[in-house]
């Protein structure tokens, strides 16, 4: 059985520039969240999707969104990105929720210069 | 209220010890909590959870503590191996406007020496 795919696995980008990060989860998972990692703030919990519908989402500023297709794959965008938007984004899947297990992706490592 | 915190920040053990990692919450709402385990270059894997109508379980080498009263849970490992060596991060769930939400510690980066 496939784990949690992200892609890009690297990404460098510049101030100001947008960018969109890509997530499948494992085959029958419909719950997918996204969460922030940066050494000094660990993991931040960033949203959460189920069935293509927001049910819960973190506090971060309205440039980070993201949605979720038909097939529960994920995507999450940052617009206008900032320096401390560096971090390592990873995607979690469950069947139902974050409320059991959570299957982690390798994460996006973004760079912003 | 919605912080899981977390020490030591870093553990350094011999081969066969037991490190001992400690968590706090304050509310009351969580109702699942899981430890997970992060190695270089990858992302986090459930290693164990519990909930907190149980005090104490056990998964191998891996045994979560669990004080509701105090609101605290502690991870041990015993017989640590350098295998072991890795960042672990507790964390704690709930039920939150209609979605869940998971909340984790800051992370300890535990090192068990040969």
């Known amino acids: 059985k496939a784990g949690v795919t992200q892609t890009p696995r690297y990404l460098i980008k510049t101030r100001g520039q947008q960018v969109t990060l890509s997530c499948s989860p494992i085959?029958?998972?419909?719950?997918v969240s996204w969460y922030q990692q940066t050494p000094g703030q660990g993991l931040q919990f960033l949203f959460e999707y189920f069935s293509e519908t927001q049910r819960n989402k973190g506090n971060f500023p309205g440039r980070f969104s993201g949605r979720q297709f038909s097939n529960s794959r994920s995507e999450m965008n940052v617009s206008t990105l900032e320096l401390g938007d560096s971090a390592l984004y990873l995607c979690?899947?469950?069947?139902?929720?974050?409320?059991?297990?959570?299957?982690f992706g390798s994460g996006t490592q973004l760079s912003v210069l | 209220q919605q912080q899981v915190k977390q020490s030591p920040q870093s553990l350094i053990v011999q081969k066969g010890g037991i490190p001992i990692i400690n968590c706090a919450y304050e509310?009351?709402?969580?109702?699942?909590f899981p430890w997970y385990q992060q190695f270089p270059g990858k992302g986090p894997a459930l290693l164990i959870a519990i909930r907190p109508d149980v005090s104490e379980k056990k998964e191998g080498r891996f045994t979560i503590s669990f004080n509701k009263s105090a609101k605290q849970f502690s991870l041990h490992i015993m017989d640590s191996q350098p295998g072991d060596s890795a960042t672990y991060f507790c964390a704690a769930t709930s039920w939150d406007t209609g979605g869940f939400k998971t909340i984790f510690g800051a992370g300890t980066r535990l090192f068990v020496k040969a």
């Open positions: 979690a899947s469950s069947r139902r929720g974050a409320g059991e297990k959570l299957f």
């Open positions: 085959s029958g998972h419909r719950s």
């Open positions: 509310n009351t709402a969580f109702d699942y």
